[in-house]
């Protein structure tokens, strides 16, 4: 079992940079693939990245693809995600979420989430 916790959002300017930070307890979040979704009002929520539990495999969803980048320190159960040029678009709660199955996009495959933490983003 991990618990997670998002930190990091808050209020940028378009063309602004955020970098996520999302803090796991206990001694099996290296085992764990990560996950980053987020949830726009009114929307389903959204694949943003994944990460493989060495960090050796990464993508994104095409959306943030060159712009955003995630990686991970299991020496220090974290997680970040790097996010530039942000665009008004980019506007919703973000998530980390771990899970055991490999290369997947799909929430339902997580399952364990954070908090969540807000990203606003002004044009």
């Known amino acids: 079992q991990v618990q997670l916790v998002e930190s990091g959002g808050g209020l940028v300017q378009a063309g602004g940079s955020l970098r996520l930070s999302c803090a796991a307890s206990g001694r099996t979040f290296r085992t764990y693939a990560m996950g980053w979704f987020r949830q726009a009002p009114g929307k389903d929520r959204e694949f943003v990245a994944h990460?493989?539990?060495?960090?050796?495999?990464?993508y994104y969803a095409d959306s943030v693809k060159g712009r955003f980048t995630a990686s991970r320190d299991n020496a220090k159960n974290t997680l970040w995600l790097q996010m530039n040029n942000l665009k008004p678009e980019d506007t919703a709660v973000y998530y980390c979420?771990?899970?055991?199955?490999?290369?997947?996009?799909?929430?339902?495959?997580?399952?364990?989430w954070g908090q969540g933490t807000q990203v606003t983003v002004s044009s």
């Open positions: 979420a771990a899970g055991s199955v490999a290369y997947t996009t799909r929430p339902l495959d997580y399952g364990y």
């Open positions: 990460i493989s539990w060495s960090g050796g495999s990464v």
